[in-house]
């Protein structure tokens, strides 16, 4: 599986796109609460909101890590990942 990604160092949050979630059939879990999801202009997210995360097992080489990433409308990309 190939994805686009971006790399964001001013973020504190992953994200993935729900079309992206959908064309590989992703298993989804649910939020208990539903967050309202704005773009970096302020606009709301076309999504409007996450009630949905996937849990994935990140792998580079050797290094492996488990993340929660959020379910959005993602414009270009299928996912972000926040880098501090």
Wanted: glycine share 6%; with cysteine; net charge positive.
């Amino acid at each position: 599986m190939v994805a686009t990604t971006l790399v964001d160092s001013g973020d504190i949050s992953i994200f993935i796109n729900q079309s992206f979630v959908g064309k590989y059939s992703i298993n989804t879990g649910k939020l208990s609460k539903s967050i309202s999801m704005y773009n970096v202009n302020g606009i709301l997210n076309k999504a409007r909101q996450i009630s949905k995360i996937v849990d994935v097992v990140l792998c580079y080489k050797t290094y492996t890590e488990g993340s929660l990433f959020a379910i959005s409308s993602l414009y270009k990309q299928d996912l972000i990942f926040s880098f501090t």
